[in-house]
């Protein structure tokens, strides 16, 4: 059985998911219960539905137990899924910004680490895996819980390492539909816009990414609820989650009916917008006027 490594900068989430995934398919291959997994390392069947979605932290001793119940005694793999094990329980990237964070948004950057398919709508402003570093410093630096300058710069280097999985990695697709008006609303500087709509316009080549907007004229549509995110793992048969942002937390929907609802919203949308091909023309347009 061959292993699927993380990226070497990976973070815990997914290398707790990659692990999860490798679990359930030995328990599988054993044609094991998971409530017979659950009795060997003195837990439950919906302790091993959490470990098995990377949901929770792994004890290095419960790893150790099930590899030995599913047949892995030695060797390479029980190595590797060990070493993981370890890894996986490691502070992420983004947890030395942990003071500028709320927690609650500190989880979001995990799983997001982890998709592989990360589809958005966004009404007010840019997407966040979209923002240049001029116009989230301006985003950032207008939030009513911002107190200091150096909260300000973490929160944006966090942005900026976010978008670095878009840039870089081909594999990792977003799909980011945004009202007119996010992309008409002035922040910061003249200069600020400009820069935003410009670097827009330059993601818009990238073939991972697919960016659409919704004209005013389009009226309401299917998305007068606010701004969303869902986030998919197709590589790890795990559900998709949608991420809704508050102001003093978030929700993650991982239901069936749910997830449903805003994928049939999010295909609403793409409908009532403009096609990803008149994108650019858009945005050379409103950077002229400006």
């Not at 073939?207 to 609820?225: C, D, K, R, S, Y």
Request: aromatic residues 8%; hydrophobic residues 40%; charged residues 30%.
């Amino acid at each position: 059985m061959s292993v699927i490594q993380p990226d070497p900068d990976s973070g815990p989430t997914v290398r707790r998911i990659l692990l999860g995934y490798q679990l359930r398919k030995l328990r599988e291959l054993k044609g094991i219960s998971r409530a017979d997994a659950g009795f060997k390392i003195r837990g439950s069947e919906s302790k091993i539905s959490r470990l098995e979605l990377g949901r929770v932290g792994f004890k290095l001793r419960d790893v150790e137990d099930l590899l030995t119940l599913y047949g892995v005694t030695e060797g390479e793999l029980r190595e590797t899924l060990i070493t993981m094990a370890k890894e996986s329980n490691k502070p992420g990237w983004w947890q030395q910004y942990g003071d500028a964070l709320p927690s609650w948004f500190q989880s979001y950057v995990g799983l997001e680490e982890a998709a592989t398919r990360i589809r958005t709508y966004e009404a007010q402003y840019v997407s966040g895996l979209l923002q240049t570093e001029d116009y989230a410093r301006a985003v950032i630096s207008g939030a009513d819980d911002i107190r200091k300058k150096g909260e300000v710069e973490d929160r944006v280097a966090v942005r900026m390492q976010r978008q670095r999985r878009i840039v870089e990695y081909s594999n990792v697709k977003l799909w980011a539909i945004m009202d007119e008006a996010a992309v008409r609303r002035p922040i910061g500087s003249v200069e600020t816009m400009k820069g935003q709509l410009a670097h827009l316009r330059e993601l818009c080549s990238l073939p991972n990414v697919t960016l659409q907007i919704i004209p005013f004229n389009a009226g309401a549509h299917a998305a007068e609820a606010g701004a969303f995110t869902i986030l998919r793992y197709p590589e790890y048969d795990l559900a998709d989650i949608v991420y809704l942002e508050q102001l003093t937390g978030a929700l993650y929907l991982d239901k069936r009916e749910e997830v449903d609802a805003y994928m049939m919203a999010m295909e609403r949308l793409s409908v009532v917008a403009e096609e990803p091909s008149h994108t650019p023309d858009k945005l050379t347009q409103l950077i002229d006027e400006l």
